[in-house]
Nanobody
């Protein structure tokens, strides 16, 4: 089981980025995939989660970020619009141990993690 996060970079405030989480060793459909982020000196924070037929977002990104999946490509995406400096962090994707709903924000519920991709929002 491997998850490969990519798509990070430097973007100006108000800009957009699309992160990708490519899965290998398993089929994405049937599993929940979450996106987390961790800024320097801060705890890892849940950003978004996609389950079979359901999507969840942190309040801080609701209306700006969109999570989606392409089962044919075995990839989950995080489209990030209207980026703010406070969105700067390393972003990780992770596979949940089981289908989650109310517990999607808790990192211990995820057993496989990607290596992270750095997003820097700065002028």
């Amino acid at each position: 089981v491997q998850l490969q996060a990519s798509g990070g970079g430097l973007v100006q405030p108000g800009g957009s980025l699309r992160l990708s989480c490519a899965a290998s060793g398993f089929a994405l459909d049937g599993y929940g995939i979450g996106w987390f982020r961790q800024a320097p000196g801060k705890e890892r924070e849940a950003v978004s989660y996609i389950n079979v037929g359901r999507k969840f977002y942190a309040d801080s990104v609701k209306g700006r970020f969109t999570i989606s999946r392409d089962n044919a490509k075995n990839t989950v995406y995080l489209q990030m619009n209207s980026l703010k400096p406070e969105d700067t962090a390393v972003y990780y994707c992770a596979r949940a141990a089981r289908l989650l709903s109310s517990l999607w924000r808790a990192p211990p519920n995820y057993h496989y993690w990607g290596q992270g991709t750095l997003v820097t929002v700065s002028s």
